[in-house]
T-cell receptor, first 111, second 115 residues
Framework: DAGVIQSPRHEVTEMGQEVTLRCKPI?????LFWYRQTMMRGLELLIY????????DSGMPEDRFSAKMPNASFSTLKIQPSEPRDSAVYFC?????????FGPGTRLLVL | AQSVTQPDIHITVSEGASLELRCNYS??????LFWYVQSPGQGLQLLLK??????LVQGIKGFEAEFKRSQSSFNLRKPSVHWSDAAEYFC?????????????FGKGTKLSVIP
């Protein structure tokens, strides 16, 4: 198995632009999590899905952030418009029972 | 609300020395407990986990952790550190039982290894 796949691995954009991060979970995993990691705040849970349904989005910073999971093999995290304070590493993780498996992350820089 | 404390932000050890990374949690019941490792530029990799049973848990890469209920601790240990162990280590907890598998992470401990 290829593990959790995220794309792009790096993204540099300008303030105000739309950014879309993509995640392909491990086949057969029923839950998917989006995290953000910064030096100041550490790892923060943004949102998670169970069987493609959003369960808890209380960690989503504001309305500029949205996430979708149209099917069991694909999820997106969108930021529109992006701001410099959104610069971070964004991780996707999928779950086999109680254990989360993380993707390599997308490093986002908003100028 | 549950919380995880990793009191050591940065630890430096010599190669071949033993290692112990501390983790304390605050939770009403015994949660599920995890240790993850993150190498530079990489995602988090699961080292080991504890759900119930034997309080000494063996993981990958020669790591082990011991759950101590009385101290609300789940410390990670390795008898002899290798240079490749230099990374950041995260302790995490999740509510016990089936259902939500939301993890709460500690702030992490960065490990440096002196050759």
């Amino acid at each position: 198995d290829a593990g959790v796949i995220q794309s792009p691995r790096h993204e540099v954009t300008e303030m105000g632009q739309e950014v879309t991060l993509r995640c392909k979970p491990i086949s057969g995993h029923n839950s998917l999590f989006w995290y953000r990691q910064t030096m100041m705040r550490g790892l923060e849970l943004l949102i998670y899905f169970n069987n493609n349904v959003p369960i808890d989005d209380s960690g989503m910073p504001e309305d500029r952030f949205s996430a979708k999971m149209p099917n069991a093999s694909f999820s997106t995290l969108k930021i529109q418009p992006s701001e410099p304070r959104d610069s971070a590493v964004y991780f996707c993780a999928s779950t086999e029972r109680e254990t989360q498996y993380f993707g390599p992350g997308t490093r986002l820089l908003v100028l | 609300a549950q919380s995880v404390t990793q009191p050591d932000i940065h630890i430096t050890v010599s190669e071949g020395a033993s290692l112990e990374l501390r983790c304390n949690y605050s939770y009403g019941a015994t949660p599920y407990l995890f240790w993850y490792v993150q190498s530079p530029g990489q995602g988090l990799q699961l080292l080991l986990k504890y759900f119930s049973g034997d309080t000494l848990v063996q993981g990958i890469k020669g790591f082990e952790a011991e759950f101590k209920r009385s101290q609300s601790s789940f410390n990670l240990r390795k008898p002899s550190v290798h240079w490749s162990d230099a990374a950041e280590y995260f302790c995490a907890v999740a509510p016990p039982g089936a259902g939500s598998y939301q993890l709460t992470f500690g702030k992490g401990t960065k490990l440096s290894v002196i050759p």
